[in-house]
T-cell receptor, first 113, second 114 residues
Framework: AQSVAQPEDQVNVAEGNPLTVKCTYSVSGNPYLFWYVQYPNRGLQFLLKYITGDNLVKGSYGFEAEFNKSQTSFHLKKPSALVSDSALYFC???????????FGGGTRVLVKP | DAGVIQSPRHEVTEMGQEVTLRCKPISGHDYLFWYRQTMMRGLELLIY????????DSGMPEDRFSAKMPNASFSTLKIQPSEPRDSAVYFC????????????FGEGSWLTVV
């Protein structure tokens, strides 16, 4: 069975500093990896995905993520965080066999001015 | 496109009542997903459809929950009878094509059962 772990419930960072949100996964076969963001009282919004190819994926709002097969990780990064990046971030994985998307528990990001 | 449309946005109901949540996917999308989000359990996939056919309903918690997709532009999630532990945010999402495609989420239906 596929699974996703987001080891940090919350990440605090000062505005302008780099932001990293960690994600590790477990699937059989090649993974399809996704990051979504959820703002208060809203649905999930897509940030980026990794399917194949370059291990560094660039997405919306200046976010990027690095796929590391040996460490089974897909950490989300942003070089310079904004207060408006404060939200709940979800990592998700889909294996190569089906269409079921499994989400991690989410990491709350708080960017302080 | 208007995106995935869910209704109602908020519902408060009494225990034992029937609850029906509605979803209109993005036109042309062939996959539709129902999720439930709670503080305790996070985001859980309840059921998903492909071309209006239920593919995986292993996440449906119990027989009180049922979902239908009578056509490509409409789906319902029904809870009968409702219980306080069903209080959650229910999301509908749709996607186009195979597993490499992203899912588009609605704004959610916030259900409170008292």
């Amino acid at each position: 069975a596929q699974s996703v772990a987001q080891p940090e419930d919350q990440v605090n960072v000062a505005e302008g500093n780099p932001l990293t949100v960690k994600c590790t996964y477990s699937v059989s076969g090649n993974p399809y990896l996704f990051w979504y963001v959820q703002y208060p009282n809203r649905g999930l919004q897509f940030l980026l995905k990794y399917i194949t190819g370059d291990n560094l994926v660039k997405g919306s709002y200046g976010f990027e993520a690095e796929f590391n097969k040996s460490q089974t990780s897909f950490h989300l990064k942003k070089p310079s965080a904004l207060v408006s990046d404060s939200a709940l971030y979800f990592c998700a994985v889909r294996d190569g066999a089906g269409n079921k998307l499994t989400f991690g528990g989410g990491t709350r990001v708080l960017v302080k001015p | 496109d208007a995106g995935v449309i869910q209704s109602p946005r908020h519902e408060v109901t009494e225990m034992g009542q029937e609850v029906t949540l509605r979803c209109k996917p993005i036109s042309g999308h062939d996959y539709l997903f129902w999720y439930r989000q709670t503080m305790m359990r996070g985001l859980e996939l309840l059921i998903y459809f492909n071309n209006n056919v239920p593919i995986d309903d292993s996440g449906m918690p119990e027989d009180r929950f049922s979902a239908k997709m009578p056509n490509a532009s409409f789906s319902t999630l029904k809870i009968q009878p409702s219980e306080p532990r069903d209080s959650a945010v229910y999301f509908c999402a749709s996607s186009l094509g195979d597993r490499g495609h992203r899912e588009y989420f609605g704004e959610g239906s916030w259900l409170t059962v008292v």
